[in-house]
């Protein structure tokens, strides 16, 4: 079982930046990948990026490349989600997910386990 916590969200000006963490409570998080998805109003939840359990190999969704950057650091237990150089569209609820497979899927259903999301804003 793993519970994931976000933070970090909140209101931002177009060109800023913000960083998300996302806290697990599991006793073997090094085994999981993890991902980043968000949603915004009236859209499907969509991939951001995700980064693979010790080979920390990342992959990024076209739309973010280049600009946000996920990191982990397995002894804190903890994701994060460098974002950069935001843009309006960007605006959506960011969840935390965890793969107990390992994997590197860009499909939320390969994510057995999500947060409860936190709320990104990004004016113009």
């Known amino acids: 079982q793993v519970q994931l916590v976000e933070s970090g969200g909140g209101l931002v000006q177009a060109g800023n930046s913000l960083t998300l963490s996302c806290a697990a409570a599991?006793?073997?998080?090094?085994?999981?990948?993890m991902g980043w998805f968000r949603q915004a109003p009236g859209k499907e939840r969509e991939f951001v990026a995700f980064?693979?359990?010790?080979?920390?190999?990342?992959y990024y969704a076209d739309s973010v490349k280049g600009r946000f950057i996920i990191s982990r650091d397995n002894a804190k237990n903890m994701v994060y989600l460098q974002m950069n150089s935001l843009k309006p569209e960007d605006t959506a609820v960011y969840y935390c997910?965890?793969?107990?497979?390992?994997?590197?899927?860009?499909?939320?259903?390969?994510?057995?386990?999500w947060g409860q999301g936190t709320q990104v804003t990004v004016s113009s």
């Open positions: 997910a965890a793969d107990r497979e390992g994997g590197s899927s860009v499909q939320p259903r390969a994510y057995e386990y």
């Open positions: 599991a006793r073997t998080f090094s085994s999981f990948a």
């Open positions: 980064i693979t359990r010790s080979d920390r190999i990342t």
